[in-house]
């Protein structure tokens, strides 16, 4: 008896190996590999790792580039996740009643998120080179001058988000597709008995029902926009003047650029808890949520 | 009822024109991929050029091997959908239809995984790779991406609503637990795993900032760090606008096509993602 019991155990156990291998490798073993790093200094070449405490964080938070930073991060989350949102859900809303047309509408808005994100980001430099560029050649016709969309600190950021919506908001889109479609009917109808007007209905009926949607929407887009690279590296690569420098490219820049392992490990923590603690937070909130519906 | 009618025109005039200037930079790509280079440059620009220039194609598919970056990203991407159907659905397997001891520090540790962002330990997973010395290599690429958290909560998800009774019986008549997995479970969870074939494709097709990282061969190099190293060092940054333009709308195209062919499927696969992150 003990014997079939052990020889299950090992059965599952080896089932689990071919993801728990590559999971310890490349995940797990890092994700304490990262951790141990922040505490020290090392430039990558030398033999040698020297533990410095807390020092890393410590000239992280002493150094303004670093807060120029965080300003950045903030700025992009706040500037790709709400438009995104927005958006996705009010052409849901638009799509979401039969109509003809509509799936033709639906593909057209979703496809740039199928696409390589660094060939979409190359057709939009050419998009919005300077001189003949399509976005400067439409604000002219318009009769505004034009900007120079990557160049300029104030409008870089900007351009980077435009790409970034872009790209995004079919798929939040479709999500909404589907929440809007699980509404149920009789309600809709009970409300339109009481007299409900279109935006009653919304407000008082859709809208908290697609709740748990828009948390699951809001925590993934932000745990996506927290991670965005490619855009940013085409585009522009973390300027002009650090206008574009999110935390994910100032960990990249300080550890593959400046070799400052111990200080790019540090950010690799802050960006780490702070995904954790959104994903905590939705747990938390999506298993009330669950209860709700 | 008048109103109703204008209010529906209006949404529709509405819906028509931000389809158009979603799909349009995709138009754009390919009018200037056909373009000479002093039309291009020309104001106002034309909408379709006076005469195509299709050799633009051919030049740019001559100017970098991007036949061998295409072969790459597809080669690639391929080994790892293969690989993750596998040790995804074996994971899944076990987490929902065999019992044993560590199961719940595994979910535990699995869902602690879930949380945290994969661009954030690339560093140290450099330092992996280079101490096995996997850098600059096609099997650095493909092992360092063969398992996904993502996929073994989609499997799983699916293999819940499998009932447990249909792998008993299986047990009864003697087959072997990878017999069940294979022909009994695998079989009825094939739409997810068919999501999570195609995401993972393009996922991995479309993969640049790890690969780049830990490649450094241009031979190994995947279509999107290939085509952006063009548009460095061949595209000369913008002096060659409409070969550029060319590069990018054959690698943009082929998941353009993949995605009008499996539409059903990718949208499908929202629904599915959000379950699966659910937990």
Same mark, same amino acid.
């Given at each position: 008896m003990r014997r079939t019991r052990l020889a299950s155990e090992g059965k599952a156990l080896l089932f689990t190996l071919p993801a728990m291998i590559p999971l310890s490798l490349f995940w797990f073993y890092p994700l304490g590999y990262v951790i141990y790093l922040s505490f020290m200094e090392w430039d990558f070449m030398s033999p040698v790792k020297t533990s410095v405490g807390l020092d890393n964080y410590r000239y992280l938070f002493d150094n303004p580039e670093f807060y120029q930073t965080l300003r950045v991060t903030l700025l992009f989350c706040v500037g790709s996740v709400l438009p995104v949102m927005v958006a996705g859900l009010g052409l849901a809303l638009l799509l979401? *009643? =039969? *109509? =003809?047309g509509g799936a033709i509408y639906r593909t057209l808005i979703f496809s740039p998120w199928v696409t390589p994100t660094v060939a979409v980001s190359i057709v939009w430099s050419w998009i919005y080179e300077p001189d003949v560029g399509l976005a400067n050649n439409v604000l002219h016709a318009l009769g505004l001058s034009g900007i120079r969309w990557l160049e300029d600190p104030n409008w870089a950021l900007i351009s980077v988000l435009i790409v970034t919506v872009w790209k995004s908001a079919g798929w939040s889109m479709i999500f909404y597709l589907v929440a809007i479609g699980n509404v149920p009917p009789d309600y809709l109808e009970a409300a339109e008995l009481d007299g409900a007007n279109g935006w009653d209905k919304f407000r008082h009926v859709t809208l908290p029902l697609i709740s748990p949607t828009t948390f699951f929407l809001f925590v993934v887009l932000t745990i996506s926009s927290l991670q965005a690279y490619d855009q940013i590296n085409v585009l522009t690569q973390g300027g002009p003047a650090g206008s574009t420098r999110t935390m994910l490219y100032f960990y990249y820049l300080s550890a593959f650029?400046?070799?400052q392992i111990g200080e790019a490990s540090a950010v690799a923590i802050l960006l780490i808890v702070g995904c954790v603690a959104l994903s905590l937070l939705s747990f938390v909130i999506g298993r009330r949520t669950i209860h709700y519906s | 009822m008048h109103q109703r009618s204008g209010v529906r025109l209006l949404s529709h005039l509405f819906l028509a024109t931000v389809a158009l200037l979603m799909a349009f930079p995709f138009y754009w790509t390919a009018t200037s991929a056909l373009k000479t280079n002093d039309e291009i440059w020309q104001f106002p620009p034309t909408l379709w050029p006076h005469a195509p220039l299709w050799s633009n194609f051919a030049d740019a598919w001559a100017a970098a091997p991007f036949a061998r970056y295409i072969g790459n990203s597809i080669l690639v991407a391929s080994v790892i959908v293969v690989i993750q159907i596998i040790n995804s659905g074996m994971m899944a397997y076990a987490m929902t239809h065999m019992s044993f001891r560590l199961k719940n520090a595994f979910t535990a540790l699995i869902l602690i995984g879930y949380m945290v962002p994969v661009t954030a330990v690339y560093l140290p997973g450099y330092i992996v790779l280079s101490n096995l010395g996997l850098l600059d290599s096609y099997a650095g690429i493909i092992l360092s991406n063969c398992v996904s958290i993502f996929s073994i909560f989609l499997i799983r998800q699916a293999f819940l609503q499998v009932s447990h009774e249909l792998v008993e019986a299986g047990q009864i008549d003697g087959a072997s637990h990878l017999r069940i997995l294979w022909t009994i479970v695998f079989p009825l969870a094939r739409s997810s795993f068919a999501v999570l074939a195609l995401i993972t494709f393009i996922e991995q097709y479309n993969n640049y900032f790890w690969p780049m990282l830990i490649t450094k061969n241009p031979d190994l190099q995947l279509v999107s760090a290939g085509l952006r190293s063009f548009f460095v060092q061949g595209g000369a940054y913008g002096l060659k606008w409409p070969l550029i333009m060319a590069a990018s709308a054959f690698t943009i195209l082929p998941l353009l096509v993949l995605f009008l062919l499996t539409q059903k499927t990718i949208m499908q696969s929202v629904n599915l993602s959000a379950g699966a992150s659910k937990g």
């Open positions: 979401s *009643r =039969k *109509r =003809k650029d400046a070799f | -």
